[in-house]
């Protein structure tokens, strides 16, 4: 397993205050990071994708197990001073999965209490000074979750249904347009002459053809040439922009409104690689939400959304270590 840990600390780990573990697990990567208690990071660690929704619980869980193991020899630490547990991850999205997963970390071995949520939830507790607030994770694919000061929870299903999906939605709107154009139903895109480029096609039929033969591989690494287009003064291009962007607005307010947040003055923490992106996007975004959450704040999330499962194992223990927080104040 290729593994790539940080924040040495060769001391042994007789003697130590316990630690607590934080896990942000991806599609593509997974961030461990091991803390004290005070929130303060003492070992981290990258592996691989740990979203059991492709690869399932038990190879999920053997993922985490290399990243939990680097972390904590960074640290100078071993699993039995782990105190707590929490753990963030894509793919897991209804009650069973949660039932699911944490039967196959409980194989870890980790002393103390053990929390499984989304991953939308870390990145929001990493994001917020207060325990409220909602998170628009916008990158490959997308969530909205939030959070009311009564402690109800409320996230989109990110089922790609009757919602936006990131980068993807960005990529599926464009190739929409592009065979808009071609068949005289739409306005003519550079879009198009991008695509083609990329995909290496000589014209719109074989694009297609290719999408649908499966020799072209069309995935969200395609969406920064929504951006170009929009960069050449493409009209188009700037309605998919706009369009998916006031998508991915309407489920923050719709968030909202579940939780009864819309006249309540909250922070919006925005998280992914689309929002990381700026442009365009985010500032049709932030305009659309501010109309329908005028006095919602937006925050960048600028810590690793592993920091936020950090926080959920902080409380998770016994006061005074359940007042702690070790997202924006780290």
């Known amino acids: ?49 740990a979203n059991p929704e492709g690869m399932g619980a038990r190879r999920m869980a053997e993922v985490i197990a290399g990243g939990l193991d680097a972390a904590l020899a960074a640290a100078g630490r071993a699993r039995r001073d782990v105190v707590a547990s929490a753990f ?27 929390t499984v949520v989304n991953d939308s939830q870390i990145a ?9 607030g909602i998170v628009s994770n916008v990158g490959t694919g997308a969530v909205t979750a939030g959070v009311n000061r009564a402690g109800h929870w409320f996230r989109t299903m990110a089922v790609g249904w009757g919602e936006p999906s990131g980068s993807w939605s960005m990529v599926a709107e464009s190739l929409h347009a592009i065979a808009a154009a071609h068949h005289r139903t739409g ?3 550079r879009l198009t002459e991008l695509y083609l480029d990329a995909l290496e096609q000589p014209d719109v039929t074989a694009l297609y053809e290719s999408i649908t033969r499966g020799r072209s591989n069309v995935s969200g690494r395609l969406a920064p040439l929504l951006d170009r287009a929009v960069e050449l003064g493409d009209e188009v291009a700037k309605e998919v922009l706009a369009d998916v ?39 049709i975004f932030a305009a659309h939400v501010i109309a329908g959450c005028p006095r919602a704040s937006i925050v960048p999330l600028d810590v690793l959304p592993a920091m936020g499962a950090v926080t ?19």
């Open 1 to 49: 397993m290729n593994v790539a840990a940080g924040m040495s600390n060769t001391s042994s780990s007789a003697g130590h205050d316990g630690v607590v573990i934080g896990v942000d697990g991806g599609g593509t990567k997974t961030e461990v990071v091991v803390a004290a208690l005070d929130g303060s990071v003492v070992g981290t660690a990258k592996v691989g994708g």
């Open 88 to 114: 963030g991850l894509a793919g897991v999205d209804w009650d069973s999965d949660v039932v699911m997963v944490d039967d196959a970390l409980a194989d870890l071995g980790l002393p103390g209490p053990r």
């Open 124 to 132: 929001l507790r990493a994001g917020c000074s207060q325990r409220w």
């Open 187 to 189: 306005a003519p895109t």
């Open 245 to 283: 962007a006031t998508q991915h607005a309407a489920m923050v307010i719709g968030v909202a409104h579940h939780l009864e947040m819309i006249d309540d003055e909250f922070e919006l923490v925005t998280a992914g690689g689309v929002h990381r992106s700026g442009g365009g996007f985010s500032d």
């Open 312 to 330: 959920l194992a902080l409380e998770s223990l016994p006061a005074p270590a359940s007042t702690r927080h070790a997202g924006r104040a780290s």
